[in-house]
């Protein structure tokens, strides 16, 4: 069974920063590309960010030049590093994964729901004035 623990949630302050972190088992870690997913209720989930086995990432428009996505290789995990973050950054964040080969782009350039077929139960971020 493939399992993926989010963790690192929290409140911020807009403009302040917060990393959140994602364990994956250890059957597809290694065969897998990870990726950040956030929802707000009544709205499309977006893709946030990915990352493949070559180390290789995509960002939303939105976030580029502000997140970080990387994976840890010893630990199992994938983190998202989220810097100058501003109220529209508020939302539930899922980490997933899937080792399919090919992987789409939205037209806002991050990931794509559909090509995950693993999810995380999410953690809530929360950016405040």
């Known amino acids: 069974q493939v399992r993926l623990v989010e963790s690192g949630g929290g409140s911020v302050k807009v403009g302040g920063s917060l990393t959140i972190s994602c364990e994956v088992s250890?059957?597809?870690?290694?065969?897998?590309?990870l990726a950040w997913f956030r929802h707000v209720p009544g709205m499309e989930r977006e893709g946030v960010a990915s990352?493949?086995?070559?180390?290789?990432?995509v960002y939303a428009a939105s976030v580029i030049g502000r997140f970080t996505i990387s994976r840890d290789n010893n630990e199992n995990t994938v983190s998202l590093k989220m810097n100058n973050l501003k109220l529209e950054d508020t939302a539930i964040y899922y980490c997933?994964?899937?080792?399919?080969?090919?992987?789409?782009?939205?037209?806002?350039?991050?990931?794509?729901?559909?090509?995950?077929?693993?999810w995380g139960q999410g953690t809530q971020v929360t950016v405040s004035s």
């Open positions: 997933a994964a899937d080792t399919r080969l090919g992987f789409q782009q939205t037209s806002a350039g991050g990931p794509v729901a559909a090509d995950y077929s693993n």
């Open positions: 250890e059957s597809i870690y290694g065969r897998a590309c």
């Open positions: 990352v493949n086995g070559f180390r290789q990432s």
